[in-house]
């Protein structure tokens, strides 16, 4: 491997190389605007776009592309070469401020919800220049923001910008009404763990369901599971390694600081992290980041699985987002500090978390949800569907102390002592961790642990932002007003721990016990993705949204429209691929199993000699209940589907269709073939097993 320091960021057009590049006056101006968000002159686009596409042509580009983050989830491309014919019937290489600033993608094909006809079919895509430029397979990507006609967003990106502008706004309210005079702007950071499974290519290949659907929709429990929990941070298999090796690299060129990887809970399950950085820049790279992924896997014969559960049975795969804020000028908001219950501005930001998720709960639930994700969220693994926050022993005891008055003391961090001499003190955390908690307090940061492992943090992170603005717009206002600012602080962390102490959670989040007392609470519970739409459509979350200028109404409700849509034709997506798999390769290879069965019983019988048969007539018994149960489960889920595809009800009430209907047939569907599975003969099975993936890279 080339030395670190000399590849990381070679392929992005980054800070260095635009100083090294620009004019002193350009560099300054388009810093002005990346630092201040001032608007950028077409002069100054001009310069800028030329020294990039020298750039990129010295190191091999041919194309320029816009990279935009549609609602599909995923990111799109649409490349053009530099090249302009000249009279002389030869080309230069040429690359205009205009064509970097504004791209006219045909949006009529991207999901809209409604906000734009198909026949209008102008989108237009922006550079933001806050996430730099980069290479990849010979195109210089310019990461931009996509928005329709109008001006509405139609992406990802847009949502999270202006939310973190709004953060910033009212988080220097805050600052300012404490006497902060230097900050500039506060900006909202991210470090998101990314989960995955690695399998063979080989066996991806031989079962369409991950090939459409991304998950298996059939496989019996494996003889060995999770259960010795002796993958976690286990030795890493050296294909694997070699693996984790090129996509550090890969990502290191792209100016990602992928720094942690492990072996996960499930068998063929893995992680990585990347240091944290600016949302909207840490959004970006994970997207770069599960297509690298995806890419170099198959250069060793492997497939990346991203779905949130791949494996019935084991773990599934979540993406901890790792969020807080800080200053401009490097102080992070929720550092509590040595003590502390004196440090008023920390547990202004922490009471305003704490708020905020419990004001916006089902909005926060919504961010993280997708179909995948129902098969994690509250089914009895990785966080439960319901929200509340873990703060650990020594802030709880603070927060408890504010609602009787002032807190006076905080329960201090002590040294670990291990107990043999040669080995050194460790000082010891003021808190444990805790797993269960889908919203912890881990030190000074808070980790969503919701999030579903294929999509895009754009979502989580832009809720968050909004949501926390709002409460500290509140406090803002209050602070501005108080003519004893000491005393108004007290009153605001006491009102906010009295009204909004039920989110908080140190417990077992994943025990039943937990899932009663969060009724009592009064805690929203929502189960499925489809129940979680309603969220985006509540009045009290539009009208957070509207007010900070994150999405307006129209917007919401299009993403209301585009999250049903794409639960919908997910759902039967794999209704028609389970079909396709039991009517095709399951149902066919049962019928020829017996058969064979059938042959041995009648030539056994044909030699006249008398042996018990037992054991085959008993498996042919067996065999055909299960096939015949199958077939019929075939048609019973064939209506459902059929229901679903004629309904003409909305949206709303089609996802519940395909969620308590189609779903449930398809699972009913799938026992009788798991057990089929563990009856028929291995040379039989059309299907690699999950003894097969999970225990074969
Ligand atoms: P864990 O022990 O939770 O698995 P990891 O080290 O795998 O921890 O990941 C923690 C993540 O949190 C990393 O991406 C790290 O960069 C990130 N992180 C640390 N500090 C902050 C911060 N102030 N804001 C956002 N993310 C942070
Ligand atoms: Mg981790």
């Not at 702007?185 to 470090?191: A, D, E, L, P, Q």
């Not at 250069?299 to 699985?305: A, G, I, Q, T, V």
């Not at 979540?318 to 008023?344: A, F, I, R």
């Not at 009800?649 to 089929?676: C, H, P, S, T």
């Amino acid at each position: 491997m080339s030395k670190v320091t000399e590849i990381f960021g070679s392929y992005v057009f980054n800070d260095s190389v635009m100083k090294d590049r620009l004019p002193k006056a350009t560099y300054k101006a388009l810093k002005k605007t990346i630092q201040e968000g001032t608007s950028l002159s077409p002069e100054v686009a001009d310069v800028v776009a030329s020294a990039m596409k020298d750039w990129a042509v010295e190191n091999g580009a041919t194309h320029f592309t816009h990279w935009f983050q549609p609602l599909t989830g995923i990111t799109a491309e649409k490349h053009d070469s530099f090249i302009s014919p000249t009279s002389d019937g030869k080309v230069i290489l040429e690359f205009s401020g205009k064509e970097l600033i504004k791209g006219e993608p045909d949006a009529s094909s991207f999901p809209s919800g409604g906000l734009r006809a198909t026949f209008e079919a102008r989108g237009y895509t922006a550079w933001d220049c806050t996430s730099p430029a980069f290479l990849k397979d010979g195109s210089l990507c310019i990461p931009t923001a996509f928005c329709s006609y109008n001006g509405e967003a139609l992406d990802k990106k847009t949502p999270l910008l202006r939310s973190m502008e709004a953060l910033s706004k009212q988080a220097l309210r805050v600052l300012r009404a404490l006497g902060n005079t230097t900050t500039q702007r506060v900006i909202t950071t991210v470090g998101p763990e990314q989960e995955y499974f690695l399998i063979d290519k080989k066996m991806y290949d031989a079962r369409k369901d991950l090939i459409f659907t991304g998950r298996t929709l059939f496989g019996a429990k494996p003889s060995k599971g999770q259960e010795l929990e002796d993958h976690y941070f286990g030795t890493i298999k050296e294909r694997v390694s070699e693996f984790m090796k090129e996509v550090d690299e890969e990502l290191w060129k792209l100016g990602i600081s992928a720094k942690t990887k492990h072996n996960e809970v499930a068998p063929a399950q893995h992680e990585l992290a990347p240091i944290f950085t600016t949302t909207n820049i840490a959004t970006d790279h994970n997207q770069l980041t599960m297509e690298v992924m995806k890419k170099v896997a198959l250069r060793h014969d492997l497939y990346c699985l991203l779905h949130e559960k791949p494996f019935a049975g084991v773990n599934g795969s979540g993406k901890h987002n790792n969020w807080s804020m800080g200053t401009d000028d490097g102080v992070n908001l929720l550092e509590p500090g040595k003590s502390p219950h004196e440090n008023q501005q920390f547990l202004l930001f922490l009471c305003a978390v704490i708020e905020a998720v419990d004001e916006y709960a089902d909005l926060l639930r919504m961010s993280a949800a997708n179909a995948g994700n129902d098969h994690r969220l509250g089914a009895n693994e990785a966080p439960p569907a319901i929200i509340s926050i873990f703060l650990g022993d020594q802030l709880t005891d603070i927060l408890e102390q504010i609602e009787n008055g002032p807190a006076t003391s905080s329960k201090s961090s002590s040294k670990l002592t291990i107990g043999v001499n040669t080995l050194p003190a460790l000082p010891k955390d003021a808190t444990d961790r805790n797993r269960t908690s889908p919203f912890a307090f881990t030190g000074n940061k808070f980790e969503f642990r919701m999030v579903p492992s294929s999509a895009s943090i754009a979502a989580c992170n832009f809720t968050l932002n909004t949501i926390v603005a709002e409460v500290l717009s509140g406090i803002a206002d209050r602070l501005e007003k108080a003519s004893d600012l000491d005393a108004e602080i007290q009153t605001i962390l006491n009102e906010i721990v009295k009204s909004h102490k039920r989110i908080i959670f140190n417990g077992n989040g994943y025990s039943d016990e937990w899932v009663a007392e969060a009724e009592k609470r009064g805690l929203p519970n929502i189960k499925s993705t489809v129940e979680a739409t309603k969220s985006l459509i509540a009045e009290k979350n539009l009208a957070v949204m509207e007010k900070h200028g994150v999405l307006s109404r129209v917007e919401m409700e299009s993403r209301y429209e585009i999250m049903l849509e794409n639960y919908n034709k997910t759902i039967n997506i794999e209704a028609l691929t389970t079909l396709e798999i039991a009517k095709r390769q399951i149902l066919p290879a049962v019928i020829k199993f017996a058969t064979s069965l059938a042959g041995s019983i009648n030539t056994i019988n044909a030699t006249g000699i008398s042996v018990d048969l037992s054991a085959q007539t008993e498996l042919l018994t067996e065999v055909s209940t299960l096939t015949s149960s199958l077939k019929k489960k075939i048609a019973v889920l064939e209506e459902a589907v059929a229901k679903a595809d004629n309904f003409e009800g909305d949206a709303y009430e089609l996802g519940m269709i395909y969620r308590f209907e189609v779903f449930e047939k398809m699972n009913e569907l799938r026992e009788d073939a798991d057990k089929l599975e563990t009856i028929v003969d291995s040379e039989f099975w059309p299907l690699p097993t999950y003894g097969d993936m999970l225990f074969n890279v």
